[in-house]
């Protein structure tokens, strides 16, 4: 897990004129020209305000006094602050994004952030939940929707997609109905990067959504929800803190698991793909991985996995 950005460590109110004005203009390139989730840009804002304070410290005032000295001495410091090895790469990389963009624009001369190197970050994956376990929660959130509530129904569509598809909990509440092909049994993803993607699901979350879409939908549906799939109690389209809050609820109910969100729930259908034999490309373009490397993280999982089973099971283990 990356640390976030620690509250007034870089305040965009303590950075003189100029690096402010740079800050809104880079956060305008963000969000309009590269098209980042609001996630996305908080983060690079986040590093780049942080690095741009560093300077200013150092009696910097203009960006082209902006070098490879400083860029390094300013991961220097995150790490002295403790900050783990996963986060400073990200800042890393947050400050060659940063110089490159300063470099195509004019603001200086030289990219000075190319030669930045950065820790190798250790990437660990959350706990995942067995085949049963997912079940359980699968049958424990069906057996509270048996009341017939619009919520339950929701409740377990969204339950079904998210471990049916592997998608993530901003895509999920992204979908409109328009997305999901009931014929076909698919739902097309707009992921990260605005790409799109087509991924399949199975009978059960067909059952679930069809549920959903004409019991459920249309009592909680108000002339504010669009064509958002999901919706909140208030008939418009659901929030991911929603989404959270319900996984982790629902986690609660199945003894013995560990305690999981979305994107938990991700990582489980990943896992559970491989272990059923799927190969990596394919759970690349199911999960709208850009590089194959972080699909393989899973293959460590499925081995530890294994590797127990054998340990419990093998007389000889």
Not at 8 to 16: N, S, V, Y
Not at 242 to 258: F, K, Y
Not at 265 to 271: G, V
């Amino acid at each position: 897990m990356t640390e976030p950005n620690t509250p007034g460590e870089a305040a965009d109110d303590t950075l003189p004129e100029g690096f402010a004005r740079l800050l809104a203009d880079y956060e305008r390139h963000l969000r309009a020209e590269r098209d980042l989730t609001p996630h996305s840009v908080r983060a690079y804002l986040g590093d780049v305000a942080s690095l741009l304070d560093h300077a200013t410290r150092l009696g910097m005032v203009d960006v082209a006094g902006l070098d490879l000295r400083t860029l390094r001495s300013w991961l220097a410091k995150q790490q002295t602050m403790g900050r783990s090895r996963t986060t400073i790469a990200r800042r890393a990389t947050a400050a060659r994004v940063f110089t490159a963009w300063l470099a195509r624009t004019g603001r200086t001369t030289t990219d000075v952030g190319s030669a930045l190197g950065s820790p190798r970050s250790h990437r660990t994956l959350p706990p995942v939940l067995r085949v049963d376990e997912a079940d359980h929660l699968i049958r424990a959130a069906t057996a509270l929707a048996d009341d017939g509530s619009a919520i339950g129904q929701r409740d377990v569509a969204m339950l079904e997609l998210l471990y049916a598809t592997g998608v993530r909990v901003g895509e999920l509440v992204g979908l409109d109905v328009d997305d999901v092909d009931r014929d076909r049994n698919v739902v097309r993803v707009l992921g990260k990067g605005r790409k799109e993607r087509t991924v399949p699901f199975g009978a059960p979350a067909a059952a679930a959504l069809d549920t959903w879409l004409t019991r459920g939908r249309p009592r909680l549906a108000t002339d504010a929800a669009g064509g958002a799939l999901f919706l909140g109690a208030r008939g418009r389209r659901i929030d991911p803190r929603t989404v959270r809050t319900l996984v982790h609820r629902r986690i609660a109910d199945v003894p013995g698991a560990p305690d999981i969100g979305p994107h938990g729930l991700r990582h489980t259908a990943a896992t559970h793909l491989l272990e059923g034999g799927a190969d990596l490309r394919s759970v690349q373009e199911l999960l709208g991985h850009a590089s194959l490397a972080t699909t393989q993280l899973y293959t460590h999982v499925s081995t530890d996995r294994l590797r127990r089973a054998y340990q419990q099971a093998h007389p000889r283990a």
